[in-house]
């Protein structure tokens, strides 16, 4: 805002100075080349400081010291200065009033967003945004009581949003030193517009229609320096846009790489999970039937022939000989008499017989 762009309170004189090189006329910095080449922030200083040199030759007004900059040095936002320019517009009927705040406001608004992009870099004395606000004021105040000049204004408004609409990106992205350049060139060049176009509403040729206004040679002249510019900033920003985009093909190309090589990744992962899962089954499945085998062998029924064996390996030579060579053993043999032996399971019935 406006309030945090206060002077720095170095005089112009000193500024030059410091910079070490001499004042130029705003009409020689304007000349045929638009080329942006690097500046350093004295060198922007000096620029800015060569148009408000052309709007005091052109105006006689020293837009710096003049009372409206000092009024709109203490506003805070678009409204503050839209009030300063409401008071400009008293002469104006409502409606005209209406349509000359319409075409101010977004003026306002890129302007100072701009002028809050250029003090991060250009370090320059005179905030760009107050002083193209104190400019408007004048113009506005010259025109007051001239109503064949209202059209033209409105169109020079329109014409003026026009160029800064064209800056607007760069108060959202990063701006480079040769963007910055252009910024401060098309500023300038504003003010010299507006120098210009209160010239010719002092000495009383404004014209009732802007593109008449066109047809004088120094705003001609101003506007086609301003085309250029806007042709230079069109050809750099698709420069940049082609830069930035080979930064990203670049990168994409790399997080392409990078989720191959995840995409194989996850392959293997999820053959390993296919492999446990049918692993998982194979094991399931034998303990299954380790499972069952354990069951049916616990529910079977015991093998005589085992216990038989058994009794018979454990037998010793010559056991009952006493009982079974005896004549009563005999007798009962040949009698065809019956045995009845009578035991629980496993007792040894089967090893009588």
């Known amino acids: 805002m406006l309030a945090r762009q206060r002077k720095t309170g170095k005089s112009r004189q000193q ?32 620029f800015w400081i060569a148009a408000l040199d052309e709007y005091k030759r052109q105006t006689g007004t020293e ?21 300063v320019f409401n008071e400009q517009c008293r002469a104006f009927d409502d409606f005209r009033k209406g349509s000359l705040m319409e075409r101010l406001r977004p003026i306002v608004s890129i302007a100072l967003s701009l002028s809050d992009t250029l ?3 250009a370090n320059l004395a005179f905030p760009p945004a107050n002083i193209i606000f104190s400019g408007i004021s004048v113009l506005l105040n010259a ?9 033209a204004l409105i169109e020079l408004l329109e014409c003026v949003e026009y160029f800064l609409d064209r800056l607007k ?36 040729r404004l014209s009732k229609y802007w593109k008449k206004l066109r047809g004088e040679k120094h705003i001609e002249d101003a506007l086609k320096r301003m085309g250029k510019l806007t042709t230079e900033e069109a050809r750099m920003a698709g420069s940049q846009s082609l830069e930035s985009l080979s930064l990203v093909a670049d990168d994409i190309e790399l997080i392409m ?4 090589g995840i995409q194989d990744i996850l392959a293997k992962i999820d053959h390993v999970i296919t492999e446990g899962v049918a692993s998982k089954a194979i094991i399931q499945n034998i303990a299954s039937k380790q499972k069952r085998n354990e069951m049916r062998k616990w529910l079977s029924p015991p093998d005589p022939s085992i216990n038989h064996n058994v009794a018979r390996s ?3 030579e010559g056991t009952a000989k006493w009982f079974i060579r005896s004549e009563i053993f005999e007798e009962w043999k040949m009698s065809g008499s019956l045995l009845w032996v009578h035991g629980k399971a496993g007792s040894g019935k089967s090893i009588l017989w």
């Open 15 to 46: 500024i030059t100075q410091t910079a070490h090189l001499p004042t130029v006329d705003a009409a020689e910095n304007h000349s045929g080349n638009v080329q942006a080449p690097d500046m350093p922030p004295s060198n922007f200083q000096l």
């Open 63 to 83: 837009l710096s010291t003049h009372p409206l900059a000092a009024a709109l040095e203490s506003c805070g936002s678009v409204d503050d200065i839209i009030a």
């Open 119 to 121: 003090s991060n870099g």
């Open 143 to 151: 025109t007051k009581n001239i109503n064949e000049s209202y059209d």
């Open 169 to 204: 990106i760069y108060t959202q992205i990063p701006c480079n030193a040769g963007m910055r350049t252009i910024v401060v060139k098309t500023l300038a060049d504003i003010i010299t517009i507006l120098a210009l176009a209160t010239n010719q509403v002092k000495r009383g």
């Open 257 to 260: 790489e990078a989720m191959n």
């Open 314 to 316: 454990s037998y010793h």
